[in-house]
């Protein structure tokens, strides 16, 4: 099992930033991808941005050039960073950890979602 914590959330201010953090326990070696994911209201989920153990990285369109997303190996500890905030990126923002378990087959885990708000 892996769990995952997540913090940083908040209201922030349209053009505003924020750091989220997203701290992993339990089985976390071998072979892996962590990502951030966000769900606006309505929406289906989807990726915002995802790095590997090798640390490369793929971005949502949406947010490349204004979000950062980096790993702590050594701190298990996953970053985001967001600036130029826009309303648009309001959603809960989910960590994930994904495990592969042998050819491309994988197992998800995710935290529990953090709430960002964008808005004057």
């Known amino acids: 099992q892996v769990q995952l914590v997540e913090s940083g959330g908040g209201l922030v201010q349209p053009g505003g930033s924020l750091r989220l953090s997203c701290a992993a326990s339990?089985?976390?070696?071998?072979?892996?991808?962590m990502g951030w994911y966000r769900q606006a209201p309505g929406a289906e989920r989807e990726l915002v941005a995802l790095?590997?153990?090798?640390?490369?990285?793929n971005y949502a369109d949406s947010v490349k050039g204004r979000f950062t997303i980096r790993r702590d190996g050594a701190k298990n500890a996953l970053y985001l960073e967001m600036n130029s905030l826009q309303p648009e990126d309001t959603a809960v923002y989910y960590c994930?950890?994904?495990?592969?378990?042998?050819?491309?087959?994988?197992?998800?885990?995710w935290g529990q979602g953090t709430q960002i708000t964008v808005s004057s």
């Open positions: 994930n950890f994904r495990k592969y378990v042998g050819g491309t087959n994988y197992r998800d885990y």
């Open positions: 339990g089985f976390i070696g071998g072979p892996s991808a």
């Open positions: 790095i590997t153990t090798t640390a490369s990285t």
